[in-house]
Each structure stands twice: as structure tokens, then as C-alpha cells.
């Protein structure tokens, strides 16, 4: 059995798309995951599967949490090995404040000519870098302030995205490690 690492997109934020992490838990399992384990209420599942098609179980798992909940959620699914890819190589690490540091995970590469269009000046003193299927933001005021937000990245690079604070992937990626140790 492999380990993944999937991030919900807008679950639990605000009162809006409200989901019990039991509701998910239940969801994961409904399709034969094993060990199954949430970290906070924000859609971060750490869980073990036989298959290994990441898409695909991206849309299974879609389709569950809408069974059990009624509720359409995008699911980003990555592997161990990404999100240490992702910490082995933030952009910014010359930032010293961690919780500066964000990453949007993206459901696709998005086309460069997308990338290239956006004015990063617009966005002083926040600043981005899209690498392959993320983006990384340092928002030294903030991500609630910030205008680099999901819904931005998702209209401008036509993928679906989901942010995670620096802390948080560390966590996850933690979390994952101790299910393969």
C-alpha cells in the first residue's frame, strides 16, 4: 500500500461547506482506504491505497464526500515524495518568516503563457512563483489579505487550487512519514 496526501479545496472556511472530519473519515473509507487520518478541520487527509492513479482517486474520492455529504469539494491528491519535493525547494527560502510562506497546490501544470500574464507587480509586496502543479506565495501581510487567492490562481491558470500555510504541509508531510515508518 502507498501513502498520499490529499488537500480538500474550501472545506470548513468561514461556516461555508461544512464537513465533520467523522463525514470524512467515513467518505475515505467507503472506498477501501486504510488508515485514514485528518489533520485540523481544513481537509488535510493523510491515508494508505492500493491503487495508484492519483487522478482517478482524486474523482472517486470527489464522488464520495459528495455522497456522504452532499457537498462538491475538489480533492488534490499528492504523494510523500511531492510534498518533499515542495519543502526541499520553496522559492522563498530566504523569507525568514515561515508564516509568510503559503503553497497552492494546483490539480494541473497550468500553460506558461497563462503564467506569464499575470502582472506580479500588482500584487506588491505579496509575491508568487508557480513550479510545475504549485504555486508558491509569500504574503508577508497575510494570506486572508492577500488577492493571490484560490479563486484568483483558479480563473487566471483555469486549474483547480488549494492553499496550505507553511506549517500545515510540514505536518502533513510529518503525519505521512510516521504511517510509512
Known amino acids: ?17 461544512s464537513i465533520t472530519m467523522k463525514q470524512l473519515v467515513e467518505a475515505y473509507c467507503s472506498l477501501s482506504l486504510k488508515h485514514v487520518q ?10 494508505e491505497s492500493q491503487g495508484s492513479n492519483v487522478e482517478v482517486l482524486g474523482k472517486k474520492l470527489e464522488n464520495a464526500i459528495e455522497q456522504k455529504t452532499g457537498l462538491k469539494v475538489g480533492v488534490i491528491i499528492r504523494t510523500p515524495a511531492h510534498i518533499k519535493w515542495v519543502l526541499d525547494n520553496n522559492v522563498f527560502r ?3 518568516k515561515n508564516e509568510a510562506l503559503y503553497v497552492t497546490f494546483l490539480s494541473c501544470v497550468p500553460e506558461a503563457s497563462l503564467v506569464k500574464n499575470i502582472d506580479r507587480t500588482a500584487f506588491i509586496p505579496d509575491e508568487f512563483c508557480v513550479v510545475k502543479d504549485q ?7 497575510g494570506y486572508g489579505r492577500t488577492k493571490l487567492s484560490n479563486v484568483f490562481f483558479e ?14 504541509i510540514n ?11
Open 1 to 17: 500500500m502507498a501513502v498520499y496526501i490529499s488537500f480538500l479545496r474550501g472545506i470548513n472556511v468561514a461556516g461555508h461547506a
Open 38 to 47: 485528518t489533520h485540523l478541520q481544513s481537509g488535510n487527509v493523510v491515508f
Open 94 to 96: 530566504i523569507k525568514e
Open 135 to 141: 504555486i508558491f506565495l509569500y504574503c508577508p501581510n
Open 155 to 168: 480563473r487566471k491558470l483555469k486549474c483547480v487550487g488549494t492553499t496550505r500555510n507553511w506549517n500545515t
Open 171 to 181: 505536518a502533513v508531510y510529518e503525519l505521512a512519514g510516521k504511517k510509512r515508518g
